[in-house]
C-alpha cells in the first residue's frame, strides 16, 4: 500500500512546508510533507507510512514534497537477496570484532562525545564566514530532539573495541524489517569502515530476526553523500508508488 489516498491515517493531517536550501543538491530549494499529530504516529501507523516513502527524524515524520523536484528516492534492501561485493565483505571481516550492545534511546554523554566529534569530521560548515551561533546548550537539545525521541520501538546501538566507543547507530523496529535512522562513528580510526559494517550488521540482524528489508533513507543520484547505497544490491526503490528494483546483485 504505497498510494498516498490509500493510507489509512484519517487521524492524521498532512502540511507542506515552506521552502528551505535543500541539503544535498547545490543552488536547489526543497520542501517537506509532515504528518501530525506526532503522538498519534504509533508503531503500527509507521510501518504504513515508512512503505510509502516516508522517514523520521526525533518525532518529526516527513517525506520529499518538492516542487520541480524528484530526486530524493526511498530505498531498502531485501535482506534474503542481499550479497555483500568484495569491498563490504572486507568491511565485515576488518570490524567483525566489535562488540554490540542494544540500548534503550537515553542520553550518554559518551554517546554525545562522539556525535560531536563526528559533526566536526564530517560536517564542516563549507564556508568559512559561517558560523554556528547556537549554544552548547541548544546542540544538545537538538541532539536529543533528532536522535533519542520517538514514539514508535526504536533502539541504540552501541559499537566497542576492547571497551572503547566506536560506534552507535539509532535504529527503527518495524514489523517487516529495521530502518536505519543514523550512525556516527569515531573518525579518529584511520581507514576505518565503520559506516559499511554498521549496515552489513543491520540485514545480518533483520535476517537473524526473520524481518524482509532493511531501509536505508533516500538515495539521491546525483549527490555524493548519498552513492554509497547504491553498493548495498539489490537495492529497491519507490518510484511512482511502487517498489520496484533500483540497482541488482
Same mark, same amino acid.
Given at each position: 500500500m504505497?498510494?498516498?489516498?490509500?493510507?489509512?491515517?484519517q487521524?492524521l493531517?498532512?502540511?507542506?512546508?515552506a521552502?528551505?536550501?535543500?541539503? %544535498?543538491?547545490?543552488? #536547489?530549494q526543497? /520542501?517537506? =510533507?509532515?504528518?501530525?499529530?506526532?503522538h498519534l504516529?504509533?508503531?503500527?501507523? %509507521?510501518? =504504513?507510512m515508512?512503505?510509502?516513502?516516508?522517514? #523520521?527524524?526525533?518525532? $518529526?515524520?516527513?517525506?520529499?514534497?518538492?516542487?520541480?523536484? *524528484?530526486?530524493?528516492i526511498?530505498?531498502?534492501?531485501?535482506?534474503?537477496n $542481499?550479497e555483500?561485493?568484495?569491498?563490504?565483505?572486507?568491511?565485515?571481516?576488518?570490524?567483525?570484532?566489535?562488540?554490540?550492545?542494544?540500548?534503550?534511546?537515553?542520553?550518554?554523554p559518551?554517546?554525545?562525545?562522539? %556525535? =560531536?566529534?563526528?559533526?566536526?569530521?564530517?560536517?564542516q560548515?563549507?564556508?568559512?564566514?559561517c558560523?554556528?551561533? &547556537?549554544?552548547?546548550e541548544?546542540?544538545?537539545d537538538?541532539?536529543?530532539? $533528532?536522535?533519542?525521541?520517538?514514539?514508535?520501538?526504536?533502539v541504540?546501538v552501541?559499537?566497542r573495541?576492547?571497551?572503547?566507543? /566506536? !560506534?552507535?547507530s539509532?535504529? &527503527?523496529?518495524? +514489523?517487516?524489517?529495521? +530502518?536505519?535512522?543514523? @550512525?556516527?562513528?569515531? @573518525?579518529?580510526?584511520?581507514q576505518?569502515? %565503520?559506516?559499511?559494517?554498521?549496515?552489513?550488521?543491520?540485514?545480518?540482524?533483520?535476517?537473524?530476526?526473520? !524481518?524482509h528489508?532493511?531501509?536505508?533513507?533516500?538515495?539521491i543520484?546525483q549527490?555524493?553523500? !548519498?552513492?554509497?547505497?547504491?553498493?548495498?544490491?539489490?537495492l529497491?526503490?519507490?518510484?511512482?508508488? *511502487?517498489?520496484?528494483?533500483?540497482?541488482?546483485?
Open positions: 504505497t498510494n498516498f489516498k490509500d493510507l489509512p491515517f487521524s493531517q498532512f502540511y507542506a512546508t521552502p528551505y536550501a535543500c541539503s %544535498y543538491l547545490e543552488n #536547489r526543497a /520542501r517537506s =510533507q509532515v504528518a501530525i499529530p506526532p504516529i504509533s508503531s503500527q501507523i %509507521y510501518d =504504513q515508512i512503505t510509502a516513502g516516508f522517514r #523520521r527524524s526525533g518525532l $518529526f515524520t516527513y517525506r520529499p514534497y518538492c516542487d520541480s523536484c *524528484q530526486a530524493c526511498a530505498t531498502r534492501v531485501p535482506v534474503k $542481499f555483500p561485493n568484495r569491498s563490504q565483505s572486507r568491511a565485515w571481516k576488518k570490524h567483525q570484532h566489535l562488540e554490540a550492545r542494544v540500548l534503550p534511546l537515553d542520553f550518554s559518551e554517546h554525545y562525545k562522539l %556525535y =560531536q566529534s563526528y559533526q566536526s569530521t564530517r560536517h560548515l563549507i564556508n568559512e564566514g558560523q554556528n551561533n &547556537d549554544t552548547p541548544d546542540e544538545e537538538q541532539y536529543r530532539q $533528532f536522535l533519542l525521541q520517538t514514539n514508535i520501538e526504536s541504540l552501541e559499537f573495541e576492547n571497551h572503547e566507543l /566506536r !560506534m552507535v539509532i535504529i &527503527d523496529v518495524l +514489523s517487516n524489517g529495521l +530502518s536505519s535512522v543514523y @550512525t556516527f562513528y569515531d @573518525t579518529s580510526v584511520k576505518n569502515s %565503520y559506516g559499511v559494517y554498521g549496515i552489513l550488521w543491520q540485514i545480518k540482524q533483520a535476517k537473524k530476526l526473520g !524481518m528489508f532493511v531501509y536505508l533513507g533516500y538515495y543520484e549527490s555524493q553523500k !548519498m552513492s554509497y547505497k547504491s553498493q548495498f544490491r539489490p529497491e526503490g519507490l518510484l511512482h508508488n *511502487q517498489w520496484s528494483t533500483l540497482f541488482s546483485k
